[in-house]
């Protein structure tokens, strides 16, 4: 049975921790690799996908810029640093 996405962000998707937005994305593109949707159906599961993606790209710039990157100087003593990605 195909579950219905919903319509609007509600206090359920805004509470969703990173690791159940992304398994819901996973379910989203399965089930529409899967060919079986309505197109309305298509276009709220993609709208759906839309905010959980955006959803998950927050929470992890949010995580990133927590990051702190701990090495060892020279003299050895410990050096604590902003994360900075390579790009």
């Known amino acids: 049975m195909t ?8 206090e359920k998707e805004e509470t969703l921790t990173f690791e159940q937005a992304m398994a819901r994305l996973e379910e989203i593109v399965r089930l529409l690799e899967s060919g079986e949707l309505s197109l309305d159906e ?12 955006q959803f998950c ?6 995580a990133e810029k927590r990051i ?3 090495t060892l100087a020279d003299n050895g003593s410990i050096r604590v ?6 790009l």
């Open 57 to 62: 790209e927050e929470k992890l710039n949010t």
């Open 68 to 70: 702190k990157m701990v």
């Open 42 to 53: 298509t276009i709220r599961l993609y709208e759906e996908g839309q905010r959980l993606r």
């Open 81 to 86: 640093s902003e994360f900075e990605p390579e």
């Open 3 to 10: 579950r219905l996405p919903m319509e609007q962000p509600n």
